[in-house]
């Protein structure tokens, strides 16, 4: 070849097409057409095949896209502790924790003890000392100082409003265990397989309760604190909890007998709820203001176990069931125990309106209650 | 958007006819048949996928589309040759039957075509298939009057890119 650079341009254009015909495929190559439509047409059915997956699957997006707008209204905040560290997370899948709770609690519905607070009159529990008239603090700097230790509250996020504190006095309380009567509750709630030792009789159980703080909140709005309205909202938190009994004897298994005593006839049921530290302490107090009847149950906040009562309404005059009506007792008051290694909170709140025990704004109530459980400090 | 129905028969015909056609006009960019055979393939694909305006020259189209698409593969070979002792794009360019030299002819002309324009690239080679001025601004859609000029400056372009590659071409 010459150089094309001392050539005209037909030259430019000879050098060229020597240079391109040496790019020619060899004469004896054809390319193969059936090879090329049978891998046009496997191409085309793939593409239609995805196609239509990916309709199928537009659909389903769609779908689920209405089911979580409808399940998921924005909610005004609401901070969950993830784990003990203490990070914070701004978690707004409130109805889906509301679902939830409603799958997970409120459908199985609680262990109800209907003889509960007559059983507490049995216990015979009496106050060695009392904590006197409750002191009205101004904020928890002065909670603090009179309590001797720093009271928690819920994050402010999650219940911004301020709570009126107020200090009680350390306190006492004492009962006597007497078998004739707790065998005379089983035996009329009809539990044949209870086992009552005999040498439980005439122990003696003293609870001794340090000062404790309160907080109440009081006409605590929808969109406050979740979505349920409160009449009231009250947090305990005093510190340990200290139950003297006897060497060798079993409170766990005498607090379970008194559960199953009040009506709960689950014995695995019983024997796991008191072996929660808070249920003995709960039943010795005997302050429970159950009105009527009482569920109760074990339930998790993350951090650990908290025992969960829910306080019954009497049936409304000419309340009907239905699928738009109440199909079983109304919940009132619902109230939370936790022990955490300083402290004891009880936490309870009483429902502007009661509200169904099977119904989702029960488990809306819970859900309320146990992220400012979960919320506090 | 695809191909409509009653294109579809004309799509099959169009692609029985310029097939062949195309995928040994892209040999000439790629010096494989595979990957010729692939970009031809391809480029009717995105025919047959998205298929340009109703007015557009429809195979002037697939010939910018699939020079363009051979000259990406050969971009992407030349890439991998880098990392690779002997890059496919050397051993495939090779021609056992004939000269080193030729062979190596080859691949120099090869290499500084690849390095022109598309549009550059697609004049060069239907030109050496034998296509005329006038064939020539048909297919790549093209002002007649201006083919020949075009034409000059890529292979003007073409001559550039090889004597700046490699000086004097070898005799």
């Known amino acids: 070849m010459d150089d094309p650079r001392s050539e005209s341009s037909q030259n430019l254009e000879q050098w060229i097409q020597g240079c391109t015909a040496l790019l020619a495929p060899s004469a004896d190559w054809e390319p193969d057409l059936n090879v090329a439509r049978a891998r046009f047409a496997a191409r085309r059915r793939r593409r239609l095949r995805l196609r239509r997956y990916s309709l199928i699957a537009a659909m389903a997006a769609v779908v689920a896209c209405v089911v979580l707008y409808g399940i998921l209204p924005p909610r005004k905040v609401f901070a969950q502790r993830i784990n003990s560290t203490g990070s914070y997370f701004v978690f707004r899948l409130y109805r889906v924790e509301q679902l939830w709770r409603w799958i997970t609690l409120v459908r199985p519905g609680p262990v109800l003890l209907p003889s509960l607070q007559e059983h507490l009159g049995l216990l015979h529990a009496q106050a060695l000392t009392e904590s006197g008239a409750a002191q009205a603090v101004s904020d928890v700097a002065e909670a603090t100082r009179r309590a001797g230790f720093v009271p928690f509250l819920p994050h402010s996020e999650v219940l911004s409003k301020s709570p009126q504190l107020s200090v009680f006095g350390p306190m006492s309380y004492r009962t006597v265990v007497r078998t004739a009567d707790l065998e005379q509750a089983l035996r009329e709630r009809g539990v044949p397989d209870q086992d009552v030792p005999k040498s439980w009789d005439g122990t003696q159980i003293t609870l001794q309760m340090g000062a404790r703080v309160a907080a109440e909140w009081t006409d605590v709005p929808a969109g406050s604190s979740g979505e349920s309205e409160w009449l009231e909202l009250t947090l305990v938190q005093v510190p340990p909890l200290v139950v003297a009994t006897p060497t060798g ?58 025992t969960l009562i829910e306080e019954f309404a009497m049936p409304r005059p000419g309340a009907r069931s239905g699928w738009f009506e109440p199909s079983g007792p109304e919940v009132e008051r619902v109230t939370l125990l936790w022990s955490r290694p300083d402290r004891v909170y009880m936490l309870s709140g009483t429902m502007r309106v009661p509200c169904d025990m099977f119904g989702l704004d029960m488990a809306g109530a819970l859900t309320d209650l146990m992220d400012l459980a979960i919320s506090i400090e | 958007m695809t191909v409509p129905k009653e294109a579809s028969r004309d799509f099959d015909s169009l692609f029985d006819a310029g097939y062949r056609r195309l995928a040994r006009l892209l040999y000439r960019i790629t010096g494989d048949t595979g990957r010729a055979e692939e970009a031809a393939s ?53 021609s056992p039957e004939k000269g080193l030299e030729r062979a190596e002819e080859r691949t120099r002309v090869r290499r500084a075509l690849c390095e022109l324009k598309a549009d550059q690239v697609a004049l060069i080679v239907l030109r050496a298939e034998g296509l005329s001025y006038g064939e020539l601004a048909a297919e790549l859609h093209l002002n007649p009057a201006s083919v020949g000029t075009l034409l000059a400056r890529a292979q003007e372009a073409f001559r550039k890119e090889y004597v700046k590659r490699y000086g004097r071409p070898a005799q």
């Not at chain 1, 559960?259 to 019983?270: E, F, K, S």
């Not at chain 1, 010795?284 to 176990?305: F, I, M, T, Y």
């Not at chain 2, 480029?43 to 002037?60: C, D, I, M």
Request: hydrophobic fraction near 50%; avoid cysteine.
């Open chain 2, 42 to 94: 391809e480029a009717f694909w995105r025919l047959h996928h998205r298929p340009p305006p109703a007015k557009a020259n429809v195979e002037g189209w697939l010939y910018r589309t699939g020079v363009r698409l051979a000259l990406d593969q050969v971009k992407k070979d030349r890439r991998r040759a880098r990392y690779e002792a002997l890059g496919s794009f050397f051993r495939l360019a090779a």
């Open chain 1, 249 to 306: 004897f079993d409170l766990a298994a005498f607090t379970a007998a008194n559960l199953r005593a009040a009506g709960m006839r689950n014995r695995q049921a019983a024997l796991k709820l008191a072996q929660l530290n808070t249920t003995a302490p709960a039943l010795l107090l005997g302050n429970l203001p159950a009105p009527r009847h009482a569920g109760v149950r074990a339930v998790d906040l993350l951090a650990g176990p908290a």
